[in-house]
């Protein structure tokens, strides 16, 4: 949750002051910058994991787990509440 806050502080940051300064939104919208920060940040991944590390980014991306049996939402849900006492719905620690 708190994450998604961080990521709309930005975006309302960046925009509104776009905005202020007197800037068209749609201007940031360049898809030949998106493709090479994307390429970017991909090929630094690439120098900087280990293979073992980016073989288990291609099983997370393909939505296996590592055993090759399909992962279950209940891993997901469960995985993401790891903060709370347990995955039941108790309350958060």
Not at 10 to 29: I, K, R
Not at 68 to 74: F, I, Q
């Amino acid at each position: 949750m708190m994450l998604l806050v961080g990521i709309l502080i930005v975006f309302g940051a960046t925009l509104g002051g776009f905005m202020v300064a007197g800037g068209n939104p749609l201007l940031l919208l360049h898809i030949s910058e998106f493709i090479v920060i994307g390429g970017i940040a991909l090929g630094l991944m690439v120098i900087a994991s280990p293979t073992h590390v980016l073989k288990e980014i291609i099983v997370k991306i393909r939505g296996r787990s590592p055993a090759g049996t399909p992962a279950r939402t209940s891993t997901w849900i469960c995985s993401s509440c790891s903060m709370r006492s347990s995955c039941s719905g108790g309350a958060a620690a």
